[in-house]
């Protein structure tokens, strides 16, 4: 069965480092999104990515975070001088229309000391 | 952009027995989906039912769906242990770009 793959799982980094979490979803899907979680939390939505561009995002979507499709199988979230604040679960998700069933990876755990 | 709330916040219940998960909306929507989170993983589709539906059947899962309310409710029937995770109602607004995500409601399923 085809599934979203998400690496690293975890990520260790200090405070103002850059990371990058890459994500390959499904082959066949043309809508791609970025979710997080912080622990215990709600799941927020960050960002979707239709067409090789930006097709909505949220508040908490700024200058700090960036998504790019750099090949035709992986679709990463850039995330620059990060806070202690952005340690969460962030989930990658892709569909293939942009109204129906999100298909989720495993998540990767980022933890900014 | 508007958000499923999720009641309760936990449940707690015996194999065999019924759950039954509410969820609450603020702003028209194109349809309404339920996920599922084990501890520690991803999400899971479960259920999506249109705003123009009122009820769907997936195996043990039934949904409602009364849009005069905002409302939508997820029964569980003849609840297992392997149940047990945190179950998200999420909806499609009629931008239709993102999913919403509630809060979520933790069921508990013990043997």
């Known amino acids: 069965e085809p599934e979203v793959t998400q690496t690293p799982s975890h990520q260790v980094t200090q405070m103002g480092q850059e990371v990058i979490l890459r994500c390959v979803p499904i082959s066949n899907h043309l809508y791609f999104y970025w979710y997080r979680q912080i622990l215990g939390q709600k799941v927020e939505f960050l960002v979707s990515?239709?067409?090789?561009?930006?097709?909505?995002k949220s508040e908490i979507f700024d200058d700090q975070f960036s998504v790019e499709r750099p090949d035709g199988s992986n679709f990463t979230l850039k995330i620059r001088s990060t806070k202690l604040e952005d340690s969460a679960m962030y989930f990658c998700?892709?569909?293939?229309?942009?109204?129906?069933?999100?298909?989720f990876g495993e998540g990767s755990r980022l933890t900014v000391l | 952009s508007q958000q499923g709330e999720e009641d309760p916040q936990a449940l707690s219940i015996q194999e065999g027995e019924n759950a039954t998960m509410n969820c609450s909306y603020k702003t028209s929507i194109n349809n309404l989906q339920w996920y599922r989170q084990n501890s520690g993983r991803g999400l899971v589709h479960l259920i999506l039912i249109r705003s123009n539906e009122r009820e769907k059947h997936s195996g043990r899962l039934r949904v409602t769906l009364d849009t005069s309310k905002k409302s939508s409710s997820l029964l569980i029937t003849a609840s297992r242990a392997a149940d047990t995770a945190s179950y998200f109602c999420?909806?499609?607004?009629?931008?239709?770009?993102?999913?919403?995500f509630g809060k979520g409601t933790s069921l508990l399923v013990t043997p």
């Open positions: 998700a892709s569909s293939e229309s942009n109204t129906g069933e999100l298909f």
């Open positions: 990515f239709y067409n090789n561009e930006i097709s909505e």
């Open positions: 999420a909806t499609e607004d009629l931008s239709g770009y993102a999913l919403n």
